[in-house]
């Protein structure tokens, strides 16, 4: 089973940076596509940001493109999320999946960490 591990998750000021990582314990043949999800109370998870193995195909959620960028690492095994000007709706826990495919659908993704907080402050 693939472990995934978030980090870098913090209190931070609105309009400040914070740079999130995932790292995964292995590689799998197929299941290698990593996207991040948030989750803020009373509300579903939804997808933030995705990208494919090569790292060709990135997908951003509307509310944060422009201010987000995942890449990857695949000799380390991790992805990271740089988020910049960052504002109090952007408070969520924040969780890492692996997939088949880059999907806004939290089905499609078979492995997830136990996610990091991140809170905004106005």
């Known amino acids: 089973q693939v472990q995934l591990v978030e980090s870098g998750g913090g209190l931070v000021q609105a309009g400040g940076s914070l740079r999130l990582s995932c790292a995964a314990s292995r590689r799998t043949f197929s299941r290698n596509d990593r996207a991040w999800f948030r989750q803020a109370p009373g509300k579903e998870r939804e997808f933030v940001a995705g990208i494919s193995w090569s790292g060709g195909i990135t997908l951003y959620a509307d509310s944060v493109k422009g201010r987000f960028t995942i890449s990857r690492d695949n000799a380390k095994n991790t992805v990271s999320l740089q988020m910049n000007s960052l504002k109090p709706e952007d408070t969520a826990v924040y969780y890492c999946?692996?997939?088949?495919?880059?999907?806004?659908?939290?089905?499609?993704?078979?492995?997830w960490g136990q996610g990091t907080q991140v809170t905004v402050s106005s």
């Open positions: 999946a692996s997939g088949r495919a880059v999907t806004q659908d939290r089905e499609g993704y078979d492995y």
